[in-house]
């Protein structure tokens, strides 16, 4: 059974962000293993503390490499993605053998898909930078991707509720990751 890794990128405990990978979970049912990836624990990335390999940094690579496919859920900071995303995506980026960028690293040719609930935009922008960087950086995007404008009622009760299309928007992400 394919392995999917979840990576949210809000911490927020009502995160509408971990609401969407919750449904996306429902959606894919029995047909993967979903797991989340847990980078609460990542040091921010310094030169200084790259070598030898953090003990958290090599935990992350090895579950990031074992993972058949990859699904980020995140919101929109600011017209870009969350510093704790670029973080995360900064350490997967490095070579684990210093200067060596001959080896791949975990996270080249890793297909990955996107989504993102935040304002009126849909973390359009968001979504956009974020590919361009998992491009630079030899993941494989896929091109389908769910946006959420949160609708106002719900930054009242911090509750997302989808409609249908965006439930079908998800499950074409879910097809494609799986198949
Ligand atoms: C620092 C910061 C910057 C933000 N910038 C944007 C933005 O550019 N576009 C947007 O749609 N929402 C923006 N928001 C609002 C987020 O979309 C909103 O807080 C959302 O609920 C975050 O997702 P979460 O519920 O998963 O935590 C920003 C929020 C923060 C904290």
């Given at each position: 059974m394919k392995k999917i890794l979840f990576?949210?990128?809000?911490?927020?405990?009502k995160s509408f962000?971990?609401?969407?990978?919750?449904?996306?979970?429902?959606?894919?049912?029995?047909?993967?293993?979903?797991l989340e990836l847990d980078y609460s624990d990542l040091p921010l990335l310094n030169q200084d503390i790259e070598q030898p390999e953090p003990a958290p940094v090599a935990r992350i690579r090895?579950?990031?490499?074992?993972a058949d496919a990859i699904w980020?859920?995140?919101?929109?900071?600011?017209?870009?993605?969350?510093?704790h995303l670029k973080n995360l995506l900064d350490w997967l980026s490095r070579p684990v053998i210093p200067l060596?960028?001959?080896?791949?690293?975990?996270?080249?040719?890793?297909?990955?898909?996107?989504s993102g609930a935040g304002g009126k935009a849909a973390t359009a922008n968001c979504r956009a930078?974020?590919?361009?960087?998992?491009?630079?950086?030899?993941?494989?995007?896929?091109?389908?991707?769910?946006?959420?404008?949160?609708p106002a009622?719900?930054?009242?009760?911090?509750?997302?509720?989808?409609?249908?299309e965006q439930k079908a928007e998800?499950?074409?992400?879910?097809?494609k990751l799986i198949g």
């Open positions: 990576i949210i990128g809000s911490l927020r405990t962000n971990r609401q969407l990978a919750n449904e996306a979970k429902v959606i894919i049912g029995n047909r993967a293993e979903v090895k579950t990031i490499g074992e980020i859920f995140t919101p929109e900071y600011n017209f870009s993605y969350p510093g060596d960028y001959a080896t791949p690293t975990c996270i080249n040719g890793k297909r990955i898909a996107i930078k974020l590919t361009e960087l998992l491009t630079f950086i030899k993941a494989e995007v896929l091109p389908e991707q769910t946006g959420i404008a949160v009622e719900a930054w009242g009760t911090d509750v997302l509720i989808l409609t249908d998800l499950k074409a992400q879910a097809d």
